[in-house]
């Protein structure tokens, strides 16, 4: 794994450095500024769709 995209959460000095020593680079996905309604944030079905991977085959 290269790159991974994290929640607003992993912002941040310490779990960016946690990744760089894993040699893993940390892409945060943020909310837009002004949203109105749904918005739909970049690369988040990814994770969802590897978080749902995981957890029907443990």
Same mark, same amino acid.
């Given at each position: 794994?290269?790159?991974?995209? !994290? !929640?607003? +959460?992993?912002? +941040? &000095? &310490?779990? @960016? *450095? @946690?990744? =760089?020593? #894993? #040699?893993? &680079? =940390? *892409?945060v996905?943020?909310?837009?500024? @002004?949203? $109105? +309604?749904f /918005?739909?944030?970049?690369?988040?079905? /990814?994770? &969802?769709?590897?978080?749902?991977?995981l $957890?029907?085959?443990?």
């Amino acid at each position: 794994m290269r790159i991974a995209f !994290a !929640a607003q +959460g992993y912002t +941040g &000095e &310490e779990p @960016a *450095q @946690a990744a =760089l020593d #894993g #040699g893993i &680079e =940390l *892409q945060v996905v943020r909310l837009p500024e @002004a949203k $109105n +309604g749904f /918005v739909l944030l970049p690369r988040r079905w /990814v994770v &969802e769709r590897s978080f749902g991977w995981l $957890n029907r085959f443990p």
